[in-house]
């Protein structure tokens, strides 16, 4: 079972930057490829970023790839997001997520794979 709580979020305005973080409870973070998910206001859930294990191997879709960089402290039990050059379409309630993998190299990168979900930290981008 892994808990998590993300923060950081707030308001800033277009090409600001934000770090995000998310604490995680348990003493098996590293056996869990980490993502970072947002949702705006009538729109599905996506994935921004998502980060494997040890951190060797991320994913960054074309949206927020050059902007976004994903990152994890495992003897902390952190997950970062730092975002750069922020767009109004950045706007979003931003979740952390967790996915426990029993081997190799995974960046999981679909919403149904991941297993446990933070409560959301809100991130209003403003012009």
């Known amino acids: 079972q892994v808990q998590l709580v993300e923060s950081g979020g707030g308001l800033v305005q277009v090409g600001g930057s934000l770090r995000l973080s998310c604490a995680a409870s348990?003493?098996?973070?590293?056996?869990?490829?980490m993502g970072w998910f947002r949702q705006a206001p009538g729109k599905e859930r996506e994935l921004v970023a998502a980060?494997?294990?040890?951190?060797?191997?991320?994913y960054y879709p074309d949206s927020v790839k050059g902007r976004f960089t994903i990152s994890r402290d495992n003897a902390k039990n952190m997950v970062y997001l730092q975002m750069n050059s922020l767009k109004t379409e950045d706007t979003a309630v931003y979740y952390c997520?967790?996915?426990?993998?029993?081997?190799?190299?995974?960046?999981?990168?679909?919403?149904?794979?991941?297993?446990?979900w933070g409560q959301g930290t809100q991130v209003t981008v403003s012009s």
């Open positions: 997520a967790a996915k426990a993998v029993t081997r190799g190299v995974t960046v999981p990168t679909t919403q149904n794979s991941y297993d446990y």
């Open positions: 348990g003493r098996t973070f590293s056996s869990y490829a």
């Open positions: 980060i494997s294990r040890s951190g060797a191997l991320t």
